[in-house]
């Protein structure tokens, strides 16, 4: 199925130096604390992102990897940020000055250049902290001899991160190519030869992960055991302590199930650990001291919170779940949940505020390195669980998708292109409802040619199903407004039309509600709502969501699945109707 998309950006050098040196120049009025030790990484992982472009930008005309200058002074770059947010974690959030030569080598490369920069998943989505990395080299015993050898593209970061914790040189970075479960990576000969020459150095190989094969984490293994390193010398940075995925072949996984793995989860890090580094010290600056531990509502669980019988709870993809918790502070709930490292979670904080102050979601706290916290509304039923007057339904999602429409751009971040959608959509009905379905689906969409012109990006929810709306009394709470259209998945920022097709579909919408609902988006949104590219949308929509629920549904058993299929069933029905 087609589901999975990465956000890429396209940037000049230039802009990604002037992003970094206005947050570095923001800290210097900071008091010493989390905000400002988050802060600190923010800028660590723009430069990670731009010292990853710069790198893969030479990789590509080279065709392998190889320590030119640009490498080198790259990884010398982001090992001073490294430097200062060890110190910063290391003593409390006390410390972590910046060394003066950083903005010097920051400012040397050439800012006309264009590169194409990542967004790192585990940054983004999965709460993957950079500081795990330091507290697994610090217990890993590697000394400063260690060659520390970062997988781009988060590798690039947290590689300078392990190097920082045991002392070690900068690393260098690799980039494994080919297909997803069968990586290889390109390396200058010399340099192969002259890295394997010392017998006696370990080998330290950083990343996120593993996935469904770990193949990355293999290549590289692969390589550095060809150049004649023992494999007793080889160590595996990853970001969880699970086997390699189902996809990885027999070597690999004999090598990974014996090999000396480092890891120190977010857990481990921020719920296991003590004050400054634990969680509720951060947020316990914002609402005050805590009432009790917090529960976990992760993985699905907020529906114990939400839903008296386990038989209505909604599908949950548990695996794409953001960590999030319930915590109570003089006797108020609220959530804690993970928004994003970095540039990622701040944009959610100004969105979150932004909408709470036109009504539409729950109170914000505020924002702690990751975590963002708002209301928890107790006391709210979802709308899947009440009753609610469909007039007043209508009204106000027109009035929600109006003022998304009118006041959150999608400011440089797109999605997926009509053309991307449309062979989504077909090839995941001829997966799910076979090749008759897929052909038919196929005649029936118009070429995306005929629609581009209609398409106007903005910000869009991409998650209007019923049990996202909370009933307060006679008006409708969006609960997770945030996030959705900057997921890990290929949808991304689209038209409103992709929301209102979301609407039309999970809140049973009959073809009178559509037309009303879109009038509302048109008079609030001071935007024309296309007919034609909304009907192109719909069966989209529902092709998506058949692949998503699926996919799902294939890494889970028994009633978690089940709910996940005849989700994914639903979505067939209503696009085989289209199809008629």
Known sequence: MLVYGDVERTETVGAKQAFIREVLLGIRSMPPGIERHGTLVTAFIGASELVQGLIDAEFGDRGADTLSAIHQNGMECLSLLALAIEQSWRSGFKEGSLPQDFLEKLLSFDPSRTICTKQAEGYAFYALYPEGYLE??????????????GIRSIGTGLSTLVAAAIGAPPPFTLRPIGHPFKREVKVDPGLTETLAADHDRSFAIVDEGPGLSGSSFGAVADWLEEAGVPRHRIHFFPSHDGPLGPQAGAGHRERWGTASRHIHTMDDLLLRGSPPHHLTAWIEDLIGPLDGPPEDLSGGAWRRRRYRDEANWPPCNLQ???????VWSNGA??????AGLGETGTRQLRMARQLHEAGFTPEVAGYRHGFLVHRWLEDSRSLDQATFDRDRLIEQVGTYLGFRTRHCPAAGQQGASLGELRRMAVYNTRQALGDEAGTALDRSLPHPDVLDGKVRRICTDNRLHAWEWLVCGDRIIKADALDHSAAHDLIGHQDVGWDIAGAIVELDLSEEEAIRLCTIVERDGAHPVSPELLAFLLPCYCAFHIGAHLMAAATLEGEEGARLRKAADRYGHLLRRHET
């Open 136 to 149: 697994a080299a610090r217990a890993s015993g590697l000394g400063p001899d260690t060659q520390v050898v």
């Open 320 to 326: 794409q779940e953001r960590r999030k918790f319930l």
């Open 333 to 338: 709930p609220w959530l804690v949940k993970f």
